[in-house]
């Protein structure tokens, strides 16, 4: 209403933890993608995310909960995340959803944010690094029901009428829109500086923070709704592909039979 104070409810974020893409091998005998020796580390679209919903509950107040589908051993990354500022964090780990593509990866996040409840704004990286889909948070917003926007750089403003006005990049340059809340948004990678965790938050949130873990039952799924089996697409095969290379062709002779040789390559390529 005018002249009502705006109050923002939950501010969810969606954190997904990436093997470091210069560490990830591709194994030509099984066709698959080898991610045993590499370091993992939040996904950085993420962390972008993350860092906008801090400065937006600087701004207008809120609680930033990060919300996670993955093993228990990314654990320590949420933790990580509420060291940067973030309120709460909730990891969904379940082995029914081992190999789940995007369709039961959004339909298990947009149940938990039901469950969590009374959000405004649910921000999520644009992709992420090892899938680079898009598809997470247009698939959450269809799930709930929502707007959803893409590209966005920045929320400019959020006025007392719940109407937000963001900046999201299109070809060329930028565009300034207005959506109503709650709505969902994907956050450009490096559209911000995420800030650098607290030494003294870290340790408390590595020792004291009650992380919240849920499975598929709390979320009233089965398991044939998730994993392979809730899954709509399958990897057939992964082809890798090689850059193209010069021809490195060593021409030598006479100037007259060099000038003839290059004459004849050049006529085939043309």
Same mark, same amino acid.
């Given at each position: 209403m005018k002249g009502e104070a705006l109050v923002l409810r939950n501010i969810i974020v969606t954190l997904k933890v990436v093997p470091k893409p210069e560490e990830v091998y591709f194994n030509p005998d099984t066709k698959t993608v080898d991610?045993?020796?590499?370091?993992?580390?939040i996904n950085p679209a993420d962390k972008n995310a993350l860092e906008l919903a801090i400065s937006i509950k600087e701004k207008y107040g809120g609680t930033v909960i990060v919300v996670s589908m993955g093993p228990p051993i990314w654990e320590k990354y +949420?933790? +990580?995340?509420?060291?940067?500022?973030?309120?709460d964090a909730i990891l969904i780990s379940d082995r029914a959803l081992a190999g789940s593509d995007t369709y039961p990866t959004t339909l298990v996040l947009a149940r938990a944010i039901s469950k969590i409840g009374e959000y405004d704004i649910i921000l999520c990286g644009e992709e992420s690094s090892d899938g680079g889909t898009g598809?997470?948070?247009?698939?959450?917003?269809?799930? +709930?029901?929502?707007?959803?926007?893409?590209?966005?750089?920045?929320?400019?403003? =959020?006025?007392?009428?719940?109407?937000?006005?963001l900046k999201r990049t299109i070809k060329g340059g930028y565009e300034i829109i207005e959506v109503g809340l709650p709505f969902v948004a994907a956050v450009e990678l490096g559209c911000n500086t995420p800030r650098f965790p607290d030494f003294r938050r870290k340790r408390w949130a590595d020792k004291e923070f009650q992380l919240k873990t849920w499975n598929i039952n709390d979320l009233g799924l089965r398991p044939d709704e998730v994993g392979l089996k809730g899954s709509k697409t399958e990897v057939i095969e992964l082809v890798e592909l090689r850059p193209?290379?010069? +021809?490195?062709?060593? =021409?030598?002779?006479?100037?007259?039979?060099?000038?003839?040789?290059?004459?004849e390559l050049i006529k085939n390529l043309m």
């Open positions: 991610r045993s020796r590499a370091r993992n580390e +949420l933790r +990580l995340a509420v060291a940067m500022g973030a309120d598809q997470v948070p247009p698939g959450i917003g269809g799930w +709930l029901g929502i707007p959803h926007i893409t590209f966005v750089k920045d929320i400019i403003d =959020i006025n007392e009428y719940r109407i937000a006005k193209p290379r010069r +021809l490195r062709k060593i =021409i030598t002779g006479e100037p007259d039979e060099i000038a003839k040789q290059l004459y």
